[in-house]
Structures are given as structure tokens and as C-alpha cells.
């Protein structure tokens, strides 16, 4: 059929507006999404005859693609999706799932007025900064407490406060690449203060910081955790205590970023030391900082903890108004640390959940999945594997697990079509494997991760 004809067997906008599909949609979206849904498909239609393809042209087919854009259009980019890759601290995943009690404290404290910056005693203006700040001092040991943004932000701000237009020193070991091309160097240097790196890559001597300090322009020496990677061998970095002494000789602050942050002792669960706020805040420093979202599971936030005057003063630097948080944000970091107050993170928190889940549990939960999909006709194994701490936590860190593995012909394409059902599912490929991982499926998650899965792949 010659081009012209097929464009005049396109069905006019208001046709395709009165079929009941249609309809329904404007129903339950408005009109106006829809009527634009309508002229770009018709639009994309139009483009694909010009260049000799044969769109189907029949209402049906074409109220299936107006609906399939529809969607595109009127729901959230932001959406929940299914993580079955085992990285418990997935950046790209949005990092920590919140606890009930975080979800709870959020939906209360948004849903209506608070005093987030108005004092009930007095009346009169108030602080945001008061909510969480005495919890978070109390939790690690600390005179006081402190929320921005984000630990970047955190740290800009301790630097921008305490060392803008001074020196910083800090160890070659320390200028970390943290995610995202975003470089601790980078970050610090937004704060107008100078950096002088000190030793090398693998070793620093405390005798390399002192020699480093010019004692009228030196203000700070930072310690920054190397997160996201591990270097082994011929190494050596000096102790916190050693910097803080040499620090107290020369009236230097001493700051630490710490990164994750963990509140509990990793070793418990069988994981390397994770360096904890409260051991920094003991062993003499100034201040610390570390992010709300990594170990501790609660929120995109930064606590900064330490000396009453160092952090003080950071709360009267102007750049604290462009890091302040939000109040939802306030509400769930409260109640995420209120399980640690309560001794309760392991059970209440679902990053620590997912840490602590036993192996068995976990091999349980795979051989429940593996004999649905079986069912289904798909060849499914379950194996032992290792789930990953990630996220700029416990660099290399893994725990021993039980995933499904469905060998594929197309393990590619089978992954792609699982990141596009509803809800997303994010799956691990190995070789001509999808794996799946229970350790972090919540509960709730997993009927509909079963369905999905068994739904979407072909048997
Ligand atoms: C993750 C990390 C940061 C940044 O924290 P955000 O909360 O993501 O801003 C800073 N420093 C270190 C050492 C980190 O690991």
C-alpha cells in the first residue's frame, strides 16, 4: 500500500478519544495527558510510515500504545522496583529501605504542622537542629549533634567552617573517589580551605603530618575512611589517638569522615570492623561525620557529632541554610536512631534485618522460590553465594548466601525484561545465570517477585 494511503487510514485524535479505553483513562487521569498521549503516538505512527513501516493501525492496537506512553507520562519516574541482587547498601537502588517506625514518624510529622523550628516552652522561635542533634551526641558519646543533607554536605560544612582559607592536612591514602565521579579532593575544596596531602598512597607516619604543618595556616587534620576500597600489604596510616595528640601539640582540629557510620559492631555478623562514630568520638576527635543513609538505615542525611563549639559554630555558617533538612527527614532520622537508643536496630531496622538473616532462612526462602518457578517449567537451582555489604560500606565484604539461579539462553534480554515489568525487578547475571538473591527481598516483597518473575520469563 503506497505510504499516502496508510497515513490516511490513521483513525483522526477524536475517534481514538471515544473508544471506552480511552475513555476510561480520561477518567482516571484528565483529559488533557491523554489528548497529548494520542497526538505523540500518532505523531511516533506517522513517523514510522514515512519511513516504510507497516504500524498497525486498528484502534485496538493503537489505544494499546497511547496507554502503554500514556503511562509513561502521568506515573512517578521515581518508582519502587524489587531488589534481588543481594547489595544491601545499593546507591543506585536508593540505599537504605527506612524501618516502620522511620515510614510512621514521616507520615505523622508530614501530614500536618510540627515544631520543627518553634519552642513549645517558650513560644517563640525554635531550632531544627535541637531534634535530632542531642540524640545523635547521646548515641556516640558526643557534646552535640548535627544533621545536614548529606555527609558531603556534612563535610563541606565542617571544613568550609573550621579551615576556610587554612590548610588541611591529609593523608595521600585518604583522597578518596567516593561514587559518581564525586572526589573527597573535590568536595573539600568547595569549602575555600587548602589541602595539603601528606605521605603516600600506602604508607603515612605521623612524623609526615607534623612535618606538613605550618602552624599559623594549618587549622585541621582529616581523616577520611576509605569506604569503597581496600588496599592490603605494605601499609600504614596512624591511629586517631596519634593524630589527635599531635593535633593538641600544635592546637589543630582533628576531623573525621567516616562515610557509613555504623552504630553496631559489624563483627558480630561475621563482617570486618566497620569504624563506628562513638570509637572516633572516644579516641579524641573533634568532629565526625558520616551519612544517615549507609549503615545506620535511616535517611539521605549527614550527622556531624563532636566538641559543643565545633559544631556550634557550624550551625551559624550561612552555608548551613543551603544543607539544612527537611522536616520529613528530621522525623525519620529520629525514629531510625530511636531503635538504636532502644537496643532494638537489629530487629526494627531492615538493613541490619537483612544483615543478620540467617543462612538457613535465606536457603528457605530460595527453595520456596526455585519450586514456583519450576512449576513454571524453568530449570531452577539453589546455590550457595555471597551477598554484598556495598554502598561505600565494608569495601570487598560479603555475607554467605542461597540464591535461585535460572540458567538462560538470553540472560541479558531475560534481565531487561524484568527491570521492565511492573514492579522493576533487578536480578544478578552471572555467566548464562539470572540469580536472585533473598537476603534483599523484604518478606512483603515476595509473592509479588514470584509472580512477576514467573509471569515475565518465558518457561
Ligand atoms: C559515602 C561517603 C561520603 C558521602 O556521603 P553522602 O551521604 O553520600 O553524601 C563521604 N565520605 C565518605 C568517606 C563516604 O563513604
Not at 63 to 89: D, S, Y
Not at 377 to 397: C, E, H, K, M, T
Request: proline residues 6%; contains cysteine.
Amino acid at each position: 500500500m503506497p505510504t499516502h494511503e496508510h497515513l490516511r487510514r490513521i483513525p483522526s485524535v477524536n475517534r481514538l478519544l471515544q473508544t471506552p479505553a480511552l475513555q476510561e483513562a480520561m477518567q482516571a487521569f484528565g483529559r488533557a495527558p491523554v489528548v497529548a498521549a494520542v497526538r505523540e503516538t500518532l505523531d511516533a505512527v506517522r513517523d514510522e510510515i514515512a519511513a516504510g513501516r507497516m504500524p498497525d493501525l486498528t484502534p485496538e492496537a493503537l489505544t494499546t500504545r497511547i496507554i502503554a506512553h500514556l503511562h509513561r507520562r502521568v506515573f512517578p519516574t521515581l518508582r519502587p522496583i524489587i531488589n534481588a541482587t543481594g547489595v544491601i547498601i545499593h546507591t543506585n537502588l536508593g540505599r537504605a529501605p527506612l524501618s516502620q517506625a522511620a515510614l510512621e514518624a514521616i507520615r505523622t510529622v508530614g501530614a500536618g504542622y510540627s515544631n520543627l523550628e518553634y519552642d513549645l516552652e517558650s513560644g517563640r522561635r525554635g531550632s531544627r537542629y535541637t531534634h535530632v542533634g542531642e540524640l545523635l551526641a547521646e548515641l556516640t558519646g558526643a557534646e552535640a549533634g548535627l544533621v545536614a543533607n548529606n555527609n558531603a554536605a556534612a563535610l563541606v560544612l565542617i571544613l568550609a567552617t573550621h579551615a576556610a582559607g587554612h590548610d588541611i592536612l591529609i593523608s595521600r591514602a585518604h583522597l578518596v573517589e567516593i561514587g559518581g565521579g564525586f572526589r573527597i579532593p573535590d568536595i573539600m575544596a568547595q569549602s575555600g580551605a587548602r589541602l595539603r596531602e601528606v605521605g603516600t598512597t600506602n604508607r603515612t607516619y605521623i612524623r609526615d603530618y607534623e612535618a606538613a604543618i605550618t602552624p599559623e595556616q594549618c587549622a585541621m587534620i582529616l581523616r577520611v575512611h576509605t569506604s569503597n576500597f581496600r588496599i592490603e600489604g605494605f601499609v600504614h596510616q596512624p591511629t586517631l589517638k596519634e593524630l589527635v595528640a599531635l593535633a593538641r601539640r600544635y592546637g589543630l582540629l582533628v576531623g573525621d569522615d567516616l562515610g557509613s557510620g555504623a552504630l553496631l559492631d559489624t563483627t558480630q555478623f561475621g563482617l570486618a570492623p566497620e569504624p563506628r562514630p562513638q570509637e572516633s568520638i572516644a579516641d579524641g576527635a573533634d568532629v565526625v561525620c558520616f551519612s544517615g543513609d549507609k549503615l545506620l538505615g535511616g535517611p539521605q542525611a549527614g550527622c556531624i557529632v563532636g566538641r559543643r563549639e565545633v559544631i556550634d559554630a557550624i550551625k551559624r555558617h550561612p552555608l548551613m541554610r543551603a544543607f539544612r533538612v527537611d522536616k520529613t527527614t528530621l522525623a525519620a532520622l529520629d525514629a531510625t536512631l530511636r531503635a538504636y537508643q532502644r537496643g532494638t536496630a537489629v530487629e526494627e531496622i531492615p538493613i541490619w534485618q537483612m544483615i543478620a538473616t540467617p543462612t538457613d532462612v535465606l536457603r528457605q526462602r530460595a527453595e520456596a522460590w526455585a519450586g514456583v518457578w519450576r512449576q513454571k517449567g524453568r530449570q531452577a537451582d539453589v546455590v550457595p553465594s555471597q551477598s554484598a555489604i556495598g554502598g561505600g560500606s565494608l569495601p570487598g565484604q560479603t555475607l554467605p548466601t542461597w540464591v535461585v539461579r535460572l540458567p538462560s539462553a538470553h540472560p541479558q534480554q531475560e534481565a531487561a525484561a524484568l527491570r521492565h515489568a511492573t514492579p522493576p525487578i533487578v536480578a544478578r547475571i552471572e555467566d548464562d545465570s539470572l540469580l536472585f538473591d533473598p537476603r534483599t527481598v523484604r518478606p512483603e516483597e515476595e509473592q509479588t517477585l514470584v509472580r512477576v518473575v514467573a509471569a515475565t520469563l518465558e518457561p
